[in-house]
């Protein structure tokens, strides 16, 4: 057979399979990225069916998944938004950062890595996923509750936190050395403000130069200028999910809207072949050795975020049930977490490191969504009454002020 | 008073506006950004959480902002918007105990009392305009009343049946 006839063949049963997984995964309520991960799994290296005419194909493609996955990230924020938040949730930020990311890399020192897979497993940990967290508190009917900012507000400091984060992973795993690596950050930061500035004061102008009016010329423009700066990001070694990312941010108004619906169909082809180059990237006899230790750093860090979004909450003055609400809402790791664990395997730093990312992702990204609906049960309502009906008999009398 | 709302942006979403109702329960409305919005209830015992999350079409919002806000409507309607300083246009729901269920109008003899005047009654979304002496009044009417704030009172007290007459 022809090569590209091969090619279509199986690309076209690979897309039809994940289709059909992603319908059955959905009657159970289940996120789809699992399901590619492991669809992933199956094929590729020592799995059942190898792909191999349309390697090449889903590399290229889950290139441009992560593109999309981060430039439609930051459509989803204004820069006003993401500086505005930078103020008033930094603390939460930053309790966030150290007690999740401290976990990955002490895990990772622990099983005998070196720092570099420190870092990048520590990046893995620390990350909540965006799109499944949000996506669950529209299912639960929660974005009304008083908790829900702080939740959003903890994910847009992490996505942000990214931003630098990536960069320096970036170089790190590129053996820049710490001459190179303090200049990649330092042109990382100085790009970062710069696209936040000129988008907080720009950003209409720049909008303005697409129109929204043609929907073919917008979908080109700003999908073009996206490749463009990411490729010009990657150059730079800022990584180019960043420069996606900024793209997205320095998009506004209708544009941005608009753009967001154009790009999503997009989006969810690219990051379905992101999510399946992943697992394929991943032997899946090195899976079982890793279990157990994607177990034990899973249920860790879930515990750790739900302290991060119960003292978060607190903070923001919430009661019991919506710290407790905040916390489980916060366990779900995704995405980003692949694409770092995806960097760390392009450049070949411990291997044991991607089926751990898979295990780890797999896990949380399935019994994260399931934590979420806890304090929705009768029972748990229940059982955190009678604790704040404790604690009130406990607490000193509060004098009532009028 | 003036209700205060608060407003709270969620990043990524849209923005909440809620308000605390004198009965003590929050409702609000959550804008998406992409032109969605859902009215939501909060919980009693926890009011934190909502209770319920309503999704509205454009059509329904507008079908129920013009239901809550249709004092303003008639306000226009009648081409009364407070012209005069200290002259206000109020709705009065007749209370279900109200004596003058089933009697005529001329027989609150409001104006001469309160020397505010009827201008219009509201049954079944029908507006029904200068209503006469002889107009009889049923259960669930609203009474649209023009005067002053003293006058206004009176006739919410003599609708309501609490002064002798």
Known sequence: MHHTTVLLIEIGALLFGLGMLG?????????????????????????????????????????????????MLGLEYSADELVGNLRSAAPAGVIDMLLNALPGALFALLLGWDLKAALVLAGITWVSSSGVIAKVLGDLGRLGNRETPVILSVLVIEDLAMALYLPIVTAVLANVGLVGGFSTLGVAVVTVVAVLVVAIRYGGTISRLMSVKDPEALLLSVLGLTLFVAGVAAELQVSEAVGAFLVGIALSGPVAHHATQMLSPLRDLFAAVFFVFFGLSTDPADVPPVLLPALGLAVLTMLTKVATGYLAARRA??????????????????????VIAGLAVASGVQPRLAPLATAYVLITVVSGPMLARLPDYAWFKKLVRRRMAAQRSTAEPVPTVE | ????????????????????????????????????????????????????????????????????????????????????????????ALPAGSPFV?????????????????????????????????????????????????????????LAGDTDG
């Open chain 2, 102 to 158: 089933g009697r005529r109008l001329g027989d609150t003899r409001a104006r001469t009392r309160t020397r505010a005047s009827i201008v219009a009654v509201l049954r079944d979304r029908e507006v029904i305009a200068s209503p006469g002496p002889a107009f009889l009044f049923e259960a669930n009417d609203v009474v649209v009343a023009v005067g002053t704030r003293e006058g206004l009172d009176g006739v919410t007290a003599i």
């Open chain 1, 317 to 338: 003055g919430t009661a019991l049930p919506g710290r407790l609400r905040a916390g489980l809402a916060l366990t779900p790791r995704g995405e980003f977490s692949v």
């Open chain 1, 23 to 71: 319908r059955a995964g959905r009657r159970f309520g289940l996120s789809p990225i699992p399901l590619y991960l492991l669809a992933g799994l199956a094929f590729g290296q020592g799995g059942l069916v190898p792909l191999s005419a349309s390697k090449e194909f889903i590399a290229i493609g889950a290139q441009i998944g992560v593109i999309l996955l981060l430039v």
């Open chain 2, 1 to 92: 008073m003036r209700v205060r709302v608060e407003q709270t942006p969620l990043p990524g979403i849209g923005v909440r506006h809620d308000l605390v109702t004198s009965s003590g329960r929050t409702v609000g409305v959550v804008s998406h950004r992409n032109g969605r919005r859902d009215l939501v209830l909060y919980d009693v015992d926890d009011p934190d959480a909502c209770l319920a999350s309503i999704p509205l079409t454009d059509g329904e919002a507008e079908a129920l902002a013009d239901v809550l806000g249709a004092s303003l409507m008639l306000g226009q309607l009648a081409g009364l918007r407070q012209q005069a300083a200290g002259l206000l246009t109020e709705q009065i």
